[in-house]
């Protein structure tokens, strides 16, 4: 059972658009929900995360939409640049769990 | 200060032949995870590790795959009898202890292991 649904696959963005991800989970326990981005042969680096007792976190041009009632939460990448081209993970963790729930990434590649 | 590293990058071996895989966390980091990335696919958890606590397995997909760590440093995950679809890129993050609050996991580049 997939505990956490990304969406969508892939993504095509204009320079200077809004990128938005979408990621949806099962279980209320989590409590934990990071984003990721990694580059090609590289390793997934921490973007932004939010704990549920938010419903918004920004930084920079990187914000996450959390909505508790839907069990949804979501990333927007503002102004979006082609340097932002990168595959990313939207992730949850709680409860007794150690180790963080990935979705399956999304690949963004933002045109010129 | 350095992150984590990983050796080696890259792996090809025969079918059937045991591997390898080190993980050299972050100093001071008490949590580490391995975690098994297919070919466009997200990441899978293998094992963790949190300082003398016996480690949890749970993610580990079959007796052939293991994991050592010595106290809270380096940690060797172990894939014996290789097989074909053992072919991924194998990640390593490190953590401090996470059950004081959500401790961001930070990874190393991996180890892409290719079974011919």
């Known amino acids: 059972q997939q505990q956490v649904k990304q969406s969508p696959q892939s993504l095509i963005v204009q320079k200077g658009g809004i990128s938005i991800i979408n990621c949806a989970y099962e279980?209320?326990?989590?409590?934990?929900f990071p984003w990721y981005q990694q580059f090609p042969g590289k390793g997934p680096a921490l973007l932004i995360a939010?704990?549920?007792?938010?419903s918004e976190k920004k930084e920079g041009r990187f914000t996450i939409s959390f909505n508790k009632s839907a069990k949804q939460f979501s990333l927007h990448i503002m102004d979006s640049q082609p340097g932002d081209s990168a595959t990313y993970f939207c992730a949850v963790k709680g409860g007794s769990q150690g180790n963080l729930i990935f979705g399956k990434g999304t690949k963004l590649s933002v045109k010129p | 200060g350095a992150g984590v590293s990983q050796s080696p990058s890259n792996k090809v071996t025969e079918k059937g032949k045991d591997v390898e895989l080190r993980c050299d966390p972050i100093s001071g980091h008490t949590a580490l995870y391995w975690y098994r990335q297919r070919l466009g696919q997200g990441l899978e958890f293998l094992i963790y590790f949190q300082g003398n606590s016996a480690p949890d397995k749970s993610g580990l997909p079959s007796d052939r795959f293991s994991a050592e760590r010595t106290g809270e440093s380096v940690s060797t995950l172990t894939i014996q009898r290789t097989q074909q679809e053992d072919s991924a890129v194998y990640l390593c993050?490190?953590?401090?202890?996470?059950?004081?609050?959500?401790?961001?996991?930070?990874f190393g580049d991996g180890t892409r292991l290719s079974i011919l």
């Open positions: 993050a490190s953590s401090l202890w996470h059950r004081e609050g959500n401790q961001p996991q930070h």
């Open positions: 939010i704990r549920p007792d938010v």
């Open positions: 279980n209320t326990a989590f409590d934990y």
